[in-house]
């Protein structure tokens, strides 16, 4: 979780990383090391998110803080439109500790015909006429609570967006952690498994005029598969956009595409879910495997296109999409030589003998550059 920058949703905490305090390790020379926060604080940055790149990691030592009481709401049938009003999101998002929207490809909003044309299509293809704007999504709130407040179960309540509109939610008083605070809305169906997750992150604005154009990309993303790749409804997924504070002490954080002259230093995460039904389909068929991929394909190569700013999630990302690593290297830039240098400077691995076929090329300049004899072509030198 740490290894690649993994996050909950959070406007006021950092990623998960930003809670490590020390790691103990194997170096690629054998030796054990251990570094904390407040001896090696360079190399724990540097490593907080390391890719496996920093050792073998036997311990990593967390920052704990008692779980606090929260309010998680959960509502329903929110017009995509509401979501598209800047001042509904910022308020949404500023105003509670965090937020995730989600969008459930289900296809609710498509219309009888619509329905029976995507289905007679053997490409499963919805028609032309299909609006994506005219779709709900779902929200999902944490937020503070006075302390004293009981603990309750899911009990009825409304949730009020900026423009006064309401809508009926559920809402529940529970502990939650810092960096944990999720109820997976995936978990609700013991059949429905994650299968893969393209994510990316994109620099977020205080007015938020920055995530309504990131909506809009995605939504349109989304419908243009729809229309012309085709989306087999037994391959259950979803999407989602969620905001994530970023702390600069976290070198290879995806986080750090933040807007360094924003007041919030905001991203939003943008993510493409897709999900199977293991009940079902025990093993994912060859024609269903396919079609994922595609999707996958397609999401990732677009969203790049819209927005050139956008940064992969590291765990959430998969070398058959296009452009990817180039994405990443651009976007990173010189940090991938900083965390190269600083894994060199502590000799964490001057053999090299961590960094697989697909590393060695995400850091191919950064390792050419500071290795003497490193040579791309060979898996270790
Ligand atoms: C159901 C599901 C939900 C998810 N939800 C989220 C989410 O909400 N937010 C989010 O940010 N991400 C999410 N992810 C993605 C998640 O961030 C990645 O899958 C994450 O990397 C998983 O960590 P892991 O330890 O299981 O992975 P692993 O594959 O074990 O490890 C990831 C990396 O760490 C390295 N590594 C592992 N162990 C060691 C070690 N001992 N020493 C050195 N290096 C090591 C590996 O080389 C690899 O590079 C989700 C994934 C799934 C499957």
Same mark, same amino acid.
């Given at each position: 979780m740490v290894a690649t920058g993994s996050h909950g949703s959070s406007t006021k905490f950092g990623p998960f990383p930003n809670m490590v305090y020390g790691y103990e390790l194997v170096?690629?020379?054998?030796?054990?090391?251990?570094?904390?926060e407040s001896d090696d604080k360079e190399i724990i940055d540097a490593c907080r998110v390391h890719l496996g790149l920093c050792g073998i990691i036997y311990k990593t030592i967390l920052k704990v803080t008692?779980?606090?009481?929260?309010?998680?709401?959960?509502?329903?049938?929110?017009?995509v439109q509401k979501l598209l009003d800047d001042n509904n999101r910022r308020v949404l998002v500023m105003d509670n500790w965090a937020v995730y929207i989600v969008f459930m490809i289900d296809f609710k909003s498509a219309t009888e015909e619509e329905m029976e044309q995507m289905l007679g299509d053997?490409?499963?293809?919805?028609?032309? &006429?299909?609006?994506?704007?005219?779709?709900?999504?779902?929200?999902?709130?944490?937020?503070?609570?006075?302390?004293?407040?009981?603990?309750?179960?899911?009990?009825?309540?409304?949730?009020?967006?900026?423009?006064?509109?309401t809508?009926?939610?559920?809402?529940?008083?529970?502990?939650?952690?810092?960096?944990?605070?999720?109820?997976?809305?995936?978990?609700?169906?013991?059949?429905?498994?994650?299968?893969?997750?393209?994510?990316?992150?994109?620099?977020?604005?205080?007015?938020?005029?920055e995530s309504g154009k990131t909506l809009r990309e995605h939504l349109t993303i989304l419908e243009g598969i729809f229309k012309n790749i085709g989306f087999y409804p037994k391959l259950n997924a979803s999407s989602a956009l969620r905001w994530m504070k970023h702390f600069d002490d976290c070198l290879l954080c995806p986080s750090t595409v933040a807007d360094d002259s924003s007041?919030?230093?905001?991203?939003?995460? &943008?993510?493409?879910?897709?999900?199977?039904?293991?009940?079902?389909?025990?093993?994912?068929?060859?024609?269903?495997?396919?079609?994922?991929?595609?999707?996958? /394909?397609?999401?990732?190569?677009d969203v790049m296109?819209?927005?050139?700013?956008?940064?992969?999630?590291?765990?959430?990302?998969?070398?058959?999409?296009?452009?990817?690593?180039?994405?990443?290297?651009?976007?990173?830039?010189?940090?991938?030589?900083?965390?190269?240098?600083?894994?060199?400077?502590?000799?964490?691995?001057n053999k090299n003998l961590f960094?697989?076929?697909?590393?060695?090329?995400?850091?191919?300049?950064?390792?050419?550059?500071?290795?003497?004899?490193?040579?791309?072509? /060979?898996?270790?030198?």
């Open positions: 170096d690629g020379n054998g030796n054990v090391r251990k570094f904390n008692p779980d606090v009481k929260q309010k998680y709401t959960h509502a329903t049938n929110i017009p053997p490409l499963r293809r919805i028609p032309e &006429s299909y609006d994506i704007f005219k779709a709900e999504m779902e929200i999902w709130i944490w937020s503070e609570v006075d302390q004293n407040t009981p603990l309750s179960e899911e009990y009825n309540d409304t949730l009020t967006l900026a423009d006064g509109s809508y009926g939610a559920v809402s529940a008083i529970k502990p939650y952690s810092e960096t944990r605070n999720g109820e997976s809305i995936w978990s609700r169906d013991q059949c429905i498994q994650m299968r893969t997750a393209v994510s990316f992150a994109a620099p977020e604005s205080d007015d938020f005029i007041m919030n230093k905001l991203v939003t995460y &943008s993510e493409m879910v897709t999900l199977y039904d293991k009940c079902e389909e025990p093993i994912i068929s060859e024609v269903n495997s396919m079609k994922q991929r595609l999707l996958e /394909t397609q999401f990732g190569v296109k819209n927005n050139p700013r956008v940064l992969p999630h590291w765990g959430k990302y998969f070398e058959h999409i296009p452009g990817m690593s180039d994405q990443i290297r651009r976007q990173f830039g010189d940090d991938l030589l900083t965390f190269i240098n600083m894994r060199n400077k502590y000799k964490l691995d960094v697989n076929t697909h590393l060695k090329d995400i850091f191919r300049d950064a390792l050419s550059e500071t290795c003497p004899g490193y040579n791309r072509f /060979t898996i270790n030198i």
